[in-house]
């Protein structure tokens, strides 16, 4: 069976996209920690990040950078924060997280709930500035 991750990538469950390639897939995180968190994932189904092929996570991370790239440029902030758990969802994926500071980054933090309409419109943003 495909994991959830699969379906919003394949567009069968919706997400707020903020980037898309054929091979690479990035969305808005459904309970940020932060306004512009985002996850960036293979299309291909993998676990574990580190099992990726070393190519494959090469150009996995080669793409989160562009997609933080355009996160920057859209929430103001001090740098773009990775993050690496896989702890909940079992398909590999990069959380990517605009920081103020370091307390930013507390994956125990309360989660955000931002309203649809928001959620959307930052989504387009970091699409827009995203360099396809
Ligand atoms: P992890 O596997 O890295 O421990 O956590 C999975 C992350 O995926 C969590 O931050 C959670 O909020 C997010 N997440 C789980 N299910 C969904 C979903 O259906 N849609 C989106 N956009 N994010 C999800």
Known sequence: MASI???????????????????FYAFLDINPIVKGHTLVIPRREVD???DLEDDELARLHVFAARVARAIKQTIPCVKVGEAVLGLEVPHAHIHLIPMQSERDMLFSNPKLQLPAEEMQAVADAIRANFQG
């Open 5 to 23: 991750f699969s379906k919003i990538a394949a567009g069968e469950i919706p997400s707020y996209c903020c980037a898309a390639d054929d091979e």
């Open 48 to 50: 574990y990040i580190f």
